[in-house]
């Protein structure tokens, strides 16, 4: 048991009260400030709360390169999108007059696939936009701890060729297609559709980046296009919990050139005007973002609120100082009960200018000298060292008139408790004669438990002393106060 006690950190010590009333000295003022203080810091806690409800808590981002496999990239979208730029309504699209065609191939092992006619989209043209979608197909292949692009795409803007349409389709005549190159400003779109995290609140959002290829008889404009991707991390979890995972593609960059019909064709084949060769870069870019968390928003409040706790400081040494005053009044008032009596009018400057004692004027420097005097002795009373020297002398006193075996017998007395009796009250009738007093004498009561203490100071009972045991009768009427 002695070793459950000692191991016990929850133990309480013991407050002495400082009156019947309390045990640590409050004050109004106090309490006013704690209220100040415990509303601003709950509506401080009230609004981090709801900024982070709100995602308006900005999260901490950190950037680094990484080197993905692609296992989690989100290709499941029209990445790629063609189309032609219509600027006015009477131009000729290219691609629905036959007169070029969009073809994709794709390396398999490094070998080139058959060319196929992109697929137009379902959906009807915006602004007189009619988007061809490629399919995507990508692979990578890891060598020696090295990620190599292994299938990559080609996107060929050719001439029409009967062998690549349907049976019911013809390419467009020779009229057609030379008021199609008299036309102004023949440019072909591609679009590369992005995906990036919103860091405020983690949700996908869409952006678009889209590259120009002019069309000319006599140029074949290629387009190398380095598609670039993000790797997400992201960490939203209030308390515990996994990161989530996002890989997205979020931008291109490219290598214009322009090359001569000549060479297109003797490189690719077919009589191509333009081609979009289309990789992706093995190194890609990691982001973190990590939202607060229950921690941060606890550190986040606790840290205004230790603010604002700051203050609490200087209240304590102001209330220190008021319960010195207190106490130190209290203690001249046990010995020189008059002192209650004393009226102190002060300036603004908080100087006594008037000091009245039982209705009568007194000197105030008078007044000013006796009060620290007496200032110093109570404070002096309130060291525990001094209240112990003050008990040995009192015992030293008793001693005086008293031998040890006497008072080693104290140890052996006490108030009896007796329930079968009425209380007996030596002081409460003040008129029954001293014969039967004299015989409880002797006898210690409850009322004993509290004779000297503060609260029966405030009882109105003043018995008389009898004049053939009060030897000390003179001393008490001599230092009467009335």
């Known amino acids: 048991m002695q070793i459950l006690r000692a191991a016990d950190f929850f133990g309480v010590p013991f407050n002495q009260q400082i009156d019947s009333k309390q045990s640590i000295y409050k004050s109004a003022f106090g309490g006013l400030v704690t209220l100040l203080i415990c509303s601003a810091s709950l509506a401080y806690a009230v609004w981090v709360l709801y900024k982070w409800q709100n995602n308006q808590l900005s999260p901490k981002i950190s950037n680094s390169i990484y080197v993905s496999d692609f296992s989690l990239l989100d290709l499941n979208y029209d990445v790629i999108k063609l189309y032609y730029w219509r600027f006015g309504e009477n131009q000729i699209d290219p691609f629905e007059s036959k007169i070029l065609l969009p073809l994709v191939m794709y390396t398999n092992g490094f070998n080139f696939t058959e060319l ?13 936009r009619q988007y061809y979608l490629p399919k995507m197909s990508l692979g990578f292949q890891n060598f020696s701890g090295v990620l190599y692009t292994s299938s990559e795409m080609y996107i060929q803007i050719a001439r029409c060729s009967q062998i690549y349409l349907k049976e019911d389709e013809k390419c467009a005549s020779d009229e057609l297609i030379e008021e199609f190159f008299s036309q102004p400003l023949n440019t072909i779109v591609v679009q590369v559709n992005q995906k990036q995290l919103n860091s405020q609140d983690g949700s996908i959002q869409n952006s678009v980046q889209e590259f120009y290829i002019q069309v000319e008889k006599q140029n074949c404009y290629t387009l190398n296009t380095f598609l670039q991707s993000t790797f997400y991390e992201l960490q939203d979890s209030f308390l515990f ?40 870069k093995g190194n890609q870019i990691k982001t973190i973002f990590e939202y607060p968390h229950a921690g941060d928003l606890l550190a986040n409040i606790g840290s205004i609120v ?9 209240i304590i040494i102001i209330n220190e100082y008021y319960l010195n005053q207190k106490i130190l009044n209290q203690l001249i008032q046990f010995y020189y009960p008059e002192f209650k009596n004393i009226t102190i009018q002060k300036n603004w400057r908080q100087k006594p200018v008037k000091v009245v004692l039982n209705k009568y004027q007194v000197d105030v420097n008078e007044f000013l000298q006796f009060h620290k005097k007496v200032q110093d002795q109570m404070q002096n009373k309130l060291s525990y060292l001094n209240l112990l020297y003050e008990m040995s002398r009192i015992y030293f006193i ?19 408790i007796n329930l079968s009796q009425s209380k007996m009250m030596i002081d ?11 015989q409880t004498f002797s006898q210690l009561n409850d009322e004993d438990a509290d004779l000297l203490s503060l609260s029966n100071k405030a009882k109105e009972i003043h018995p008389s002393v009898p004049d053939e045991i009060c030897i000390d009768k003179d001393f008490y009427e001599n230092n009467k106060i009335s």
């Open 241 to 280: 919990g996994y990161p989530r995972y996002f890989e997205f593609i979020n931008g291109a960059s490219i290598q214009p050139q322009t090359n001569s019909v000549e060479y297109c064709k003797q490189a690719y084949g077919n009589d191509i005007l333009g081609l979009i060769f289309i990789v992706m």
């Open 428 to 438: 409460s009738n003040l008129n029954y004669n001293w014969t039967n007093r004299s």
């Open 116 to 128: 196929q006619v992109i697929s137009k989209s379902n959906e009807p043209p915006v602004d007189g």
């Open 398 to 416: 008793i001693r005086s008139f008293k031998f040890r075996d006497e008072l080693k017998k104290s140890h052996q007395i006490g108030i009896k």
């Open 306 to 314: 230790s603010v604002l706790f700051m203050i609490k400081h200087i």
